[in-house]
C-alpha cells in the first residue's frame, strides 16, 4: 500500500508558474501526473520512471512543464511554466510500484487554476 500526499496547487494568473509536489509513502518506480478539466475525462500529463528517471510528457505540456524526482525518489514534482487558462484542472499525482503493476495509486488531488 502506497499513500500520495500532493501539495502547491493555487490560482494563478495566465503566463505564471506553479510547482506541485507529491510525496509517497515508499519507492515506486513510476510517479507521474494527471489531470481533470471540468467536465473532462482524466488525461495524462508527465511521468517519470525507473532509476534514470526517463520523463514522458502530453504534447499540450511539452516544453512548458517539467517532472522531477528527488528525495530518494519518493519525492515527485511538477513545475509548470507559461501557464493557460486551458491548464485549470484538478492535478493527481500517479504511482505504480514497478512497470509491469496493474495496480496504481492515486492522491486526492489538487486544484489549479490559471485565471486574471
Known amino acids: 500500500q502506497v499513500q500520495l500526499a500532493e501539495s502547491g496547487g493555487g490560482l494563478v494568473q495566465p503566463g505564471g508558474s506553479l510547482r506541485l509536489s507529491c510525496t509517497a509513502s515508499?519507492?515506486?518506480?513510476?510517479m507521474g501526473w494527471y489531470r481533470q478539466a471540468p467536465g473532462k475525462g482524466r488525461e495524462l500529463v508527465a511521468t517519470i520512471a525507473g532509476p534514470d528517471g526517463t520523463t514522458n510528457y502530453a504534447a499540450s505540456v511539452e516544453g512548458r512543464f517539467t517532472i522531477s524526482r528527488e528525495n530518494g525518489k519518493t519525492t515527485a514534482y511538477l513545475q509548470m511554466n507559461s501557464l493557460k487558462p486551458e491548464d485549470t484542472a484538478v492535478y493527481y499525482c500517479?504511482?505504480?510500484?514497478?512497470?509491469?503493476?496493474?495496480?496504481?495509486?492515486w492522491g486526492q488531488g489538487t486544484l489549479v487554476t490559471v485565471s486574471s
Open positions: 500517479n504511482a505504480k510500484l514497478t512497470p509491469w503493476s496493474a495496480r496504481e495509486y
Open positions: 515508499g519507492y515506486t518506480f513510476i
